[in-house]
C-alpha cells in the first residue's frame, strides 16, 4: 500500500521529481483534488516552467505515457487553482441571501470583468468548505499533459494510460488523504478555464 512519508507518495508507481520553487507555505489542510492539463505537449516542458525561481504548478503531473511524477510535496501549497468561482452559483444551491450576494458582485454595473471575477473569489475564500470549491490552501493539484489547439480553442483528449494512471493516484490520494470522490473536480468546475480543459479526463 502506497503511503505518504514527509510530503512524499511512497510508491514504485510514483517517480519523485519535486521542485522547492513551487512550494507556498504548509499546506495543513487538505480538502480536495484539482485536475488540470498543462497546455504544454511534453512533460518536460512543465519542468522547465517549474525550474523558474517564483514558478506556480501542481503537486503531480501524468506525462503521455502515463508516468507519475510528485512535483511538489502534498504538504506544502503550490499555486495552481485561480480565481474561484462561485459554487452555490455553479451548483444551484444557492440560498436567499448568497444568490443575491454573489450576482450582486458578478453582475455589478460599470466594473470590469477581470475586477467582478476578483470580488467574487475574495467573497467565496471567505467560506468554509464544502460551501466553496477548494482552494490553492486546501487542494492537492494534478497536472496531464496535454497541448491546446489555439485554432480550436481546445486541451487534447486525455489518452488512456494518461486516465489509467490518473485513477490510481486520485483512489491512493483519496484513502490517503480522507477525501471522498465527491471531493475531486476539473480545474473549469473551480476557476474560469477553459471548458475543455480535463474535460476528458477520467477518475
Known sequence: MPTIVSGKLVDSKVTQKVYS??????LN??????VHQTGAPTAQHTFNSYSNAGANGAHFLI????????????????????????RCLQTKS????????ATKILFAKGESFAL???????????????DRYPRNN?????EIVGSFDKAKQAFETVNVKQNASLKWLVDMLIKLLDLNSS?????????????TEASTAAW
Open 21 to 26: 520553487k513551487l512550494h507556498k507555505g504548509a
Open 29 to 34: 489542510t487538505v480538502h480536495g483534488i484539482i
Open 63 to 86: 506525462d503521455k505515457q502515463g508516468v507519475i511524477y510528485q512535483t511538489a510535496l502534498t504538504n506544502q501549497i503550490t499555486y495552481h487553482v485561480g480565481k474561484l468561482q462561485s
Open 94 to 101: 444557492c440560498d436567499k441571501i448568497d444568490i443575491e450576494l
Open 116 to 130: 467582478r471575477v476578483k470580488k467574487l473569489n475574495t467573497h467565496e475564500q471567505a467560506k468554509s468548505y464544502p
Open 138 to 142: 486546501d487542494a492537492i493539484g494534478i
Open 183 to 195: 471531493d475531486v473536480f476539473s480545474h473549469p468546475e473551480v476557476s474560469r478555464k477553459n471548458p
